[in-house]
């Protein structure tokens, strides 16, 4: 956020002061006219006199401006006084004495990644190659500044991932970095989960569960997740549990933000023209939705309806939703039992056609975008699977998107004109999707994306085969990852942007999610289907007669 803030400062300009020329002609005319009897034969002198006049002039009519304009947006200024006060007396009630906490834990942080800073330049010193510029900038380059929100925790993380998806709102150099943005944060011990537990479910676990494993299936910076069996119903669940103290600190971090954004705006209009505050808002939004389960719930529930709507339950599923045990802060789902879509042996061994397969998840994950409230904007390998029964299986719905129909209409345009290497009509589905002030010139446009989208054409995928030989069967397994094209992929996906930018476009944030989304389903479609070609397929509908009904009965 701080180099957002900064870009926008260092963006802003001060009027243009090229009228003084006017202001000066004014004063020497009044001058010369008061003192032309006793000029004579001093020429010369006279010259050197006027000319000396005029500086003088015009450096006051510059400073006469400067103070004009100073006390314009002084006094514009003063009239938001009120307001911006009353916000920072408000922030600072609801975030209370943990703001004090996590001030404490930032300067730590603070001082920390500062030492590995000092540590970096000392050895640079010694070096002949000179400083580099990720130390000149110290801090606020994007090497420190990740590694700063690493250590600042959860809500940092969180805000370095959001970073790291919006490069239409950050600079590509962050956005970059930022993509190395870990969750390391360790599992909470289980003792304090049984605690968490018991309070949000107002009884005794055992009453509730059968038994819940101690050890987690997995752990994020937020929460956590076991697995469970319900009592009675005998059924396989997973808990997800909001990790302790979290909503607290992202309460504190979050406004910290806010205020910071607002004073910033309050000081320089030139930032409140780049929507600061509006950017701040969303990233509060997206976080505090993510930590909200009831939102998750309904996000699930929602794609579940979608898909019954729609006739897809035999084809893909979402888990089901265990209301009577789940709360806010502890969200209980049935559990899918199946291997993430980059699995290649047992894939194989559960469908004859993994290639139907992904032709499944690509129609019912295009199909989601306008058929239903939200679409899932996180369909990495951990979200997406191939379950046991040959379904495909959406987990994770704490990270949705939703998009205008506007939007979409100018994304499919998008879509089929890289299919079919038309850039004049990508070129103007880009404008009518970007948010801008100027001219655009379509075909020049079209020309630069062209020379763009040629690099697709050249990406490798490298696909490594891992095999092992189980010893009790003497079967051997199989299975693949994708290694690396994810930096050229990610390059791709900034080289869009950037280009597009260039040109004065500026795309809502759902663009940059859509386009995520479509470079993991480009990655499987390479490991699982490569002769498919998922834009042209006739097997494949992105078009909008897919959509139904289903939104209006829903609403």
Known sequence: MAVAMVSAVRGGRLPSLHHHHRRQMILSSSSSSSITGSWGSLRPWKQLNCLSNSKGFTLLARYSQAQDLFSSRFQDSIQDLPKLVEDIVQTSISTGPRGALRMAQGIQAFIGVGGEWLADISKSENSSAGLPT?????????????????????????????????????????????????????????????????????????????????????????????????????????????????????????????????????????????????????????????????????????????????????????????????????????????????????????????????????????????????????????NLWLLRDGRIGFLDFGIVGRISPKTWAAMEVFLGSIATEEYESMASALVEMGATDTNIDSKAFARDLEKMFSSIKDLDTEVVIATAREPATNATAVSANLVVDERQMNALFLDVIRVSESYGLKFPREFALLLKQLLYFDRYTRLLAPNLNMLQDQRISIASNRRSNYRDNFR
């Open 134 to 382: 990720q130390m000149q900038l110290g801090l606020l380059s994007p090497l420190y500044l990740r590694r700063l929100f690493e250590r600042m925790g959860a809500t940092y993380i969180k805000l370095g991932q959001f970073v790291a998806s919006a490069p239409t709102l950050f600079p590509s150099e962050y956005v970059e970095e930022f993509q190395n943005c870990f969750d390391r944060t360790p599992a909470v011990p289980f003792v304090e989960i049984q605690a968490i537990l018991r309070q949000e479910l107002g009884k005794p676990i055992e009453s509730v569960f059968e038994y819940v494993d101690p050890t987690p299936l997995a752990s994020a910076s937020i929460a956590q997740v076991h697995g469970a069996r319900l009592r009675g119903s005998q059924e396989d669940v997973v808990i997800k549990i909001l990790k302790p103290g979290i909503e607290d600190m992202l309460v504190a971090d979050l406004n910290f933000v806010y205020i910071v954004a607002r004073i910033l705006e309050f000081l320089s209009p030139d930032i409140s023209r780049a929507s600061l505050v509006g950017i701040v808002k969303d990233i509060r939004e997206s976080m505090l939705e993510e930590v909200d389960f009831y939102k998750e719930a309904a996000n699930i529930e929602s794609f579940r309806r979608y898909l019954e709507a729609m006739g897809l339950t035999r084809q893909a599923t979402a888990p089901k939703v265990y209301h009577q045990c789940s709360t806010k802060r502890v969200l209980t789902m049935e559990r899918l039992y199946g291997v993430p879509l980059t699995d290649l042996d047992t894939i194989s061994s559960f469908v004859s056609s993994p290639e139907t397969s992904l032709i499944t998840a690509l129609n019912v994950w295009f199909g989601s975008l306008l058929g239903c409230e939200s679409f899932h904007a996180d369909v990495h390998a951990g």
